[in-house]
Structures are given as structure tokens and as C-alpha cells.
């Protein structure tokens, strides 16, 4: 049996909510449990339905995006949120994923790409647009503290990982350059997460700029 993703869209646009709704719900292993026009309608909206991804306009009148996110965040068992902007590099969408948000999509991204994001994030192993968030990062970096005492307990081996890991290379692109199979990469990088706190690879690039390792 197909599990199925729940998503809840949060923007003030009801066309653009129809837009997306319509791609979404043409997959059968994707469904829009329920739509908000503001982050304070948001907040009621995923209290209700209980959805495992919530898409996230950042601007938005009454609650905007980012405020909605941190309330969100603070719940128990909270959904992934990607933050939706039409800015390719957004200083708040930098603030939103610093904060635990699971990254951003562009609105204008292609559906294909929409739909993989929203698979990736619901794994919990992919970053999205992996490049234009470490472009966002590097343009929006905030001055780096020292390095951090649990990156110390990093193997050379893993030390490795995690920069390729920040840089955007996917479990297959490591692979390749460092000889290993994708399911020992995939073993490295959880072990990463672990030891280093991470909920996913969003927060390693994160984690990546903040301490200036790359």
C-alpha cells in the first residue's frame, strides 16, 4: 500500500494555492489535506490536519511565513516546512532555514521539481536546490563563531563527507568521488547528523556556513 503525503499549502494567492493543488493531487502518492491564507490561519489549519510537509509562502498579511514557522517549529511532532519565495536569494528564507524550516522551492519552480522536493523532504535526506541554498548562505553569512567542539569528533573519513555533503552533492555524486557505494555515504552522513545534532542535510549546509567549515 502507497503511503501517502499529506501537504498543506500556506500562501495568500488562492490562485496560486489552486495552481499547486492541482499538482499535487494529480500524484497518487501525494494529497492537500488543507490550504491557509496566513500563518495564523496556518496554525489552525495544521493543528487540524496533522500534514507531514507544509508548503510556506514567506510574505503573506496578518502572520507572515517566518513567524508561522517558529510557532510551528516550537509544537510537538512538528510537520517539514519549505518556505516558498520568489526571490531566488532571500535573506528571510535564510532566517526560516537557520530556524529548522527544511529549506525553500522558487514559485515559479517547474511541477516536476516541486514534486521531488516534496518527496525528498518527507525522506528526511535531500536538500533542495542544494546550490541555491549555499548560495544563499554565502551571501547572507552571519560572522562565524569558533569551530564547534562536535565537529572534532568527526572521523577523517566523515570530515570529507561533510564537506562534499555541504557543498550540495547528492548520496551518488559523494559515491563517486570517494570510491565508496551510495549505502555507505548514506551510513557516513547519518552518522554525521547524529554526532553533529542534524535533523537532515538542509541543516548541515546550515550548520556548514554558520561555522564557516567549507
Known sequence: MTTVIRVVLVD?????????????NSQPDLEVVGEAGDGREALDVVAKTRPDI?????RMPVMDG???????????HPPRIVMLTTFDLDEAAARAIRGGASGFLLKDADPEFLLAAIRGVHRGSS???????TDLF?????????RPDAFAQLTHREKEIFAFAARGLNNSEIAAREFLSEATVKTHVSRILAKLGLRDRVQLVVYAHDHALI
Open 54 to 58: 507544509v508548503l510556506m509562502d514567506i
Open 138 to 146: 554565502s551571501r547572507f553569512a552571519e560572522p562565524a563563531p569558533k
Open 66 to 76: 517566518i513567524v508561522a514557522t517558529t510557532e510551528l517549529l516550537r509544537r510537538e
Open 12 to 24: 495568500d494567492q488562492a490562485l496560486f494555492r489552486a495552481g499547486i493543488r492541482m499538482v499535487i
Open 127 to 133: 536538500v533542495i536546490a542544494a546550490q541555491a541554498t
